[in-house]
């Protein structure tokens, strides 16, 4: 009897972490993908122009805002919502810089748009 109860125990603990570890083992798989779009990107320089020229509009808002933080250094700089922006703002001038762009597949292959 005490070993069926230590063995349902131990089954029910690992049934209560099953979700962390598959979460664990799925990000591991998820960040991979991630950095390998991220090289992808960084290697193939139509990829970066396009990302610029079609992130142009947002990077400059997220710039400028990042200039306005700064230039108000002295009153936020012990803030947590000035670093909580501040790394948000660099996550995502990152994240549009160095992401896969959307439809570039279909915008680059010139077959689509050859006349006949």
Known sequence: MELDDAGNASYMILYSVDGIYHSCYQMAFEYVFAVEEYITVLLNIEMLLYNFMHGAGRMYDLLEE?????????????????????????????????RYPDNYDEITDLDKFEEE
Not at 72 to 87: A, I, P, S, Y
Request: hydrophobic residues 40%; negative net charge.
């Open 66 to 98: 990042t200039y306005y933080r700064i230039e108000d250094w002295e009153n936020q700089l012990d803030t947590l919502v000035f670093w909580e922006r501040v790394g948000a703002i660099i996550g995502e001038l990152f994240h549009n810089s160095f």
